[in-house]
């Protein structure tokens, strides 16, 4: 028997309610009910950070929380960083400029780590940014040049000059 | 999907009481970061939940009536870390949960689903064995407060009566274990994140007003047995003596006959028991000198 909650939460700046099967991930609600597809499904047990997205301004692993528990919050995903005209943020556009992608597959749940980095205004050291960033697996990239596109999109929004 | 038979969401601790009551074969998730895991795996497959995740009252941290610190069972490990009444009064608490598994596993998981596992590994269970930490439970009959060391019974089995419809509510630092003291945490893992500990030492200290001398020293492992546990021969020398090296040294070798490790795939008995002295070494050396002390 199934049993079905009535989840109403803000997705993106937009505010949307779906009946939602109780024993769904939150992955599995923004990828089959919001069509959100920058939300992966990568180990599924809170590992990987593939599926990362922010609640509430935190970040998340959303294959280990529970859909029905997103009633009432602010998710945001990679989707929700595209400018009116479909521009994109700084962070991707530096992830692009500093090679920090190869297949793809981690980087949206890496960026919005990144965005929760960014976005709390701190000035982070390298080393701390390794520790903000860990909860991620890439197995293209070596993880340096994600160092680089992070460190130096923080920077560029603190005003600090960056080669 | 999560093969779960149903889920009972609980939005007060009384509701929480009564669906245990209700339906006593249910496992309770708070932050889910090993229940969903274990039902992912197979382990808990088929089971029904009662989510506490939605209670907000117990989150956060305050300083109660008695001036002894409350933690909401709730309260995720970030939280703590980042709560000013940690920082102030019980520092190495926010330094330890800080290093469990990510940040995003920090953001969910909880100081009460780490304690009410019952594993010796936690990262928060040595520092608040090493500070007597009381652990709150609420039931059908009201409130019942123990001590940490009784709260844990065996490897993954901890005091809570579901006869009783009990959870965990809250944690207690109280005020004489916190004042005045300072201490220490160090893990030992093959890696920095997402990593289960091989060992995890917490010590602390409080001096004597002229900081010459331990007043009061507490040690406590994870990893060291089934369970977290104190090292009280190592106390006990520490205890009432003055700031020498060679106290130190005796007080980290001293712990080799409290604690009892076991052979894992993580590590050996013989290279626990090894490093469980240095990281007591080096704890409280880290910890005297946190409480202002030079040791001569």
Known sequence: ???????????????????????????????????????????????????????????FNSCIYLAVWADGKHIRTLE????????????????IDETAIQCGFCTPGFIMSAVEVLESGELYSREELR???????????????????????MKRRHGIPVD | MYDMKALYEAESVSDAIRLRLEHPEAQIIAGGSD?????????????????????NALRGVSIDGDEALRIGSLTSFSHITRDP???????????????????????????????CNGVTSADSASTLHAYEAIVELTGKNGVRRLPIKDFYIKAGVVDIRAEEGEIQTAILIPKASYENTFGHYIKYGMRNAMEIASLGCSVNVRLSPDKKTIERC???????????MRAPSAEAIANGSALTEEMVTEFALSVLSDINPRDSWRASKAFRQHIAVEMARRALIASIEKAGGVIA
């Open chain 1, 1 to 59: 028997m199934s049993q079905y909650k009535l989840v109403r939460c803000n997705i993106n700046g937009k505010d949307v309610e779906r009946m939602v099967d109780v024993r769904a991930s939150l992955t599995d609600m923004l990828r089959n009910d919001y069509r959100l597809t920058s939300v992966k499904k990568g180990c599924e047990v809170g590992e990987c950070g593939a599926c990362n997205v922010l609640i509430d301004g935190e970040a």
């Open chain 1, 80 to 95: 929700g960083l595209m400018g009116p005209n479909g521009e994109l943020s700084d962070i991707q556009q530096a992830f």
């Open chain 1, 131 to 153: 520790k903000r960033l860990s909860g991620h697996l890439c197995r293209c990239t070596g993880y340096e040049n994600i160092l680089n596109a992070v460190e130096k999109t």
């Open chain 2, 35 to 55: 229940v969903l895991v274990q039902m992912r795996e197979g382990k808990r497959a088929g089971k029904e939940l009662i989510s506490i995740y939605g209670i």
């Open chain 2, 85 to 115: 009444l940690i920082q102030r009064y019980i520092n190495v608490l926010g330094e330890a949960v800080d290093q469990v598994g990510s940040p995003q596993i920090r953001n969910i998981g909880t100081i009460g689903g780490n304690t």
């Open chain 2, 218 to 228: 507490r040690i406590a492992y994870g990893v060291a047995g089934p369970v977290p």
